[in-house]
């Protein structure tokens, strides 16, 4: 029989669900002090003993953590990485993240040409950086792959280190791609050791299993993936929130009412999968221009009678429920009181509603898998067009295959062009990629 551990992590707890299909087999939780290994460890042993399994019946383990978060509580350390970006002489050179206070971590050199990449290397090599990034201009560098750059790096400060390309990030505003660059690249260090102490957690008590780690957008991504791209966890606990309530009902379109940290959240599922904002987030001065899920929050501490508590959720039914809609309400609440409140709010407005109790520890558990590839083409001319996809889809084929994953017939594919009308010969940022139920 194959088990599945769930791992849910935050600024003040870890904790652990033990299952099988939608069978919850132990459940543990534990504040987190300074060190997230050894909660982490404590929580898996407290699962396997209460649930008397053996460890190597775990076959998949499922991450839901905001690692921007846990930076944030200082779970994650806080590196000095070293920035190389292109300017052009008659830019105006403002210093990166200047409206935060992490621009202090951030060691910057600007150069005009990749010409200066080398020299700019060797000027951060003083700061020992313990990752490094590079913002490159659309203009140029178009030869530049972070396989050459890891290299030179390695051979320029003596010593490797994560490296992380602008070009990555399929942003048209270099201001927009420096922010998401850099503070990615930030968590970099601290999450490739929170994986590295994970994997010796999971070595002393003899599990082997697929880790896979919650994004933002609903899906989930291998760690190889979580490892170079954490910024995609932030708001992931959101995510989770909707999905432990639809799954298990087997409901792809519905509002969903959840609770987390004395707030009341509202948000929609979409095709299985739930809606996103597209509206910056904003993390100490800085605009991530980041996909999240689209959530609506009411404070319960500010209202104080349930008259003026009934009325802002009847207000805020209204506002998700656009006329002629039927989309199901699934209320996911532990706490009785608000919750025969929100049942009766939703008859009265003659809304389908239902009750799940899910929690949504479980929520990455009804994630599909996604594995996608960004890519900035110079020249994606007509000609050369169907030559550039069929390239593309190899090397996601690729990436798929030393994941040990195989795509099924319920699996979807996507390809997104974002064409770049200022630069010529058609240039354009792709975004392809697959996605699918994990059994």
């Not at 921007?68 to 105006?92: A, E, Q, W």
Request: with cysteine.
């Amino acid at each position: 029989m194959d088990f599945t551990l769930n791992l849910t992590v935050d600024q003040n707890k870890i904790w652990g669900l033990l299952g099988i299909e939608d069978i919850v087999t132990a459940r543990a939780n534990q504040a987190l002090d300074s060190s997230l290994a050894a909660t982490t460890e404590q929580i898996i042993g407290q699962l396997l003993s209460k649930s008397a399994i053996q460890p190597e019946q775990i076959t998949q383990i499922f991450i839901t953590a905001d690692f921007l978060d846990l930076f944030n509580g200082g779970y994650l350390p806080c590196p000095v990485i070293g920035y190389v970006r292109y300017l052009p002489r008659i830019t105006n050179n403002r210093e990166p993240l200047y409206k935060s206070p992490l621009r202090h971590q951030v060691v910057t050199e600007t150069v005009d040409s990749e010409d200066g990449l080398s020299q700019a290397l060797f000027n951060l090599k003083a700061n020992h950086p313990a990752a490094l990034a590079v913002n490159p201009s659309f203009f140029s560098w178009g030869d530049l792959t972070e396989g050459a750059l890891s290299a030179l790096t390695r051979r320029i400060l003596g010593y490797p280190l994560p490296v992380m390309l602008g070009s990555v990030f399929n942003k048209i505003g270099f201001i927009a791609r420096e922010n998401i660059l850099l503070v990615n690249t930030l968590l970099l260090p601290g999450v490739q050791s929170f994986y590295d102490q994970l994997h010796t957690v999971l070595a002393r008590q003899n599990i082997q299993a697929k880790i896979w780690t919650l994004r933002n957008n609903g899906m989930l991504m291998t760690e190889t993936r979580a490892r170079q791209f954490p910024i995609y966890t932030t708001n992931s606990h959101l995510a989770a929130h909707l999905l432990a309530a639809g799954r298990p009902l087997a409901l792809d379109n519905m509002l969903v009412i959840s609770a987390r940290d004395n707030n009341l959240l509202f948000g929609i599922m979409e095709q299985g999968l739930p809606l996103c904002s597209q509206v910056p987030l904003e993390y100490k001065g800085i605009a991530l221009n980041l996909t999240h899920p689209f959530i609506k929050t009411i404070p319960l501490d500010r209202y104080q009678s349930i008259g003026d508590l009934k009325r802002v959720v009847k207000e805020t039914l209204h506002t998700l429920h656009h006329a002629g809609e039927s989309r199901p309400v699934v209320i996911n609440l532990a706490d009785p009181a608000i919750n025969n409140l929100l049942l009766h709010t939703c008859q009265s407005l003659n809304l389908p509603v239902q009750e799940a109790k899910f929690s949504s520890s479980f929520g990455a558990r009804y994630a599909p898998i996604c594995v996608e590839q960004e890519h900035y083409l110079p020249a994606y001319t007509s000609k050369k067009r169907a030559e550039i996809q069929d390239l593309l889809w190899g090397k996601l084929k690729e990436e798929l295959r030393a994941e040990g994953l195989f795509i099924k017939e319920d699996w979807q594919s996507y390809w997104e062009e974002r064409p770049i009308r200022y630069l010529p010969e058609q240039a354009s940022l792709i975004r392809l990629g697959y996605y699918g139920p994990k059994s």
